[in-house]
């Protein structure tokens, strides 16, 4: 099993299903270290020194140790109850979503929702968008006006690996760019 594949496992048990093999995470979203890799060793090669390299080499940084690295958790999208300790900070004036063409139709009726998970996830800049977009076939780009919606009373929290956070986006803080 490639890294990649390893990293897409170990996504799903951090953010969504600790259960499949055996473990639970605390209230804030850590897991043991050493029940993780020995849940994930009874199905696949994984050992600390794999488990350190992807935590090192995700492109997205989706993981943090704790200080001792005897705990370990996903930085967001948990779709399960957790509080990853994010502090409420102020957002730039614009922050951007991207999604696929298949959701516009919800997005322009409802806003942004966080749907399965416990936040919507908001990119600080237009490539970012793009990309995370592109997952979904053809990108379409949302301008949120994050810094209005502040000001309106909505939170906002900065993940650990840069993904800005808030619970909802309502249709009137968003503006679609049509390219």
Request: no cysteine.
């Given at each position: 099993?490639?890294?990649?594949e390893?990293s897409?496992?170990?996504?799903?048990?951090l953010?969504h299903?600790p259960?499949?093999?055996?473990?639970?995470?605390?209230g804030?979203?850590w897991?043991?270290v050493?029940?993780?890799?020995?849940?994930?060793?009874?199905t696949?090669?994984?050992?600390?020194?794999?488990l350190?390299?992807?935590?090192?080499?995700d492109?997205k940084?989706?993981?943090?140790?704790n200080?001792?690295?005897t705990?370990?958790?996903?930085n967001q999208?948990?779709s399960?109850?957790?509080?990853?300790?994010?502090?409420e900070?102020?957002?730039?004036e614009?922050?951007w979503?991207?999604?696929?063409e298949k959701?516009?139709?919800?997005?322009?009726?409802?806003?942004?929702?966080?749907?399965s998970?416990?936040?919507v996830?908001?990119s600080k800049?237009e490539?970012?968008?793009?990309?995370?977009?592109?997952r979904?076939?053809?990108?379409?780009?949302?301008i949120v006006?994050?810094?209005?919606?502040?000001?309106?009373?909505?939170?906002?929290y900065?993940?650990?690996?840069?993904?800005w956070?808030?619970?909802?986006?309502?249709?009137k803080?968003?503006?679609?760019?049509?390219?």
């Open positions: 099993m490639s890294l990649k390893t897409k496992y170990m996504s799903l048990i953010r299903k259960e499949v093999i055996g473990i639970s995470l605390d804030h979203g897991a043991n050493d029940e993780l890799i020995a849940g994930i060793a009874k696949k090669k994984f050992n600390m020194d794999i350190e390299e992807i935590v090192r080499t492109e940084q989706r993981y943090s140790f200080e001792d690295k705990k370990i958790r996903a999208g948990h399960i109850q957790v509080d990853v300790e994010l502090e900070t102020e957002p730039p614009e922050l979503h991207g999604t696929g959701f516009v139709a919800a997005i322009d009726e409802q806003g942004l929702i966080p749907k998970r416990l936040y996830h908001l800049d490539e970012t968008a793009k990309k995370v977009g592109s979904h076939g053809r990108p379409v780009l949302y006006s994050s810094g209005q919606m502040y000001r309106d009373g909505y939170k906002f900065l993940s650990k690996n840069g993904v956070l808030t619970k909802e986006v309502p249709v803080y968003l503006k679609k760019i049509d390219e």
